[in-house]
């Protein structure tokens, strides 16, 4: 059974963006440090889904990018930050249905 994996490193790509622009735009250092480290933890994600469809090239929408940042700026890092766990939640039972879907030991699942 083959995905399409695309949609997995589109997602987790556009996460590491949020991410790296939430740490652009921080001013307190303590926090600016642990979202560059989540930025940083998503791009390991997308870059995992890489793996399976190595031709692709992630794409992120600049507009979405400008709209967290507008709500950045206007609700709050934390409201940013609990929409982007949320979304993390839901695209990790996507990932588990897929691993149950696959079986052990099919290769596609390592
Ligand atoms: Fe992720």
Redesign the pocket.
């Known amino acids: 059974m083959a995905f399409d994996y695309t949609e997995f490193i589109d997602n ?1 790509y556009k ?1 590491h963006k949020v991410y790296s622009m939430l740490a652009g735009m921080e001013k307190n250092g303590n926090r600016k440090k642990l979202l560059q480290k989540l930025a940083d ?2 791009k390991t ?1 997308s870059e995992f889904w890489q793996k399976y469809a190595p031709n692709h090239r992630p794409k992120v929408s600049n507009t979405y990018i400008r709209l967290l940042a507008f709500l950045r700026v206007f609700l709050g890092v934390t409201f940013v930050v609990k929409m982007l766990e949320k979304h ?1 939640k839901t ?1 990790m039972q996507k990932y588990i249905q897929i691993a149950e879907a696959l079986g052990p030991g099919n290769p596609e699942r390592n």
């Open positions: 987790e996460d933890i998503e994600h993390e695209t």
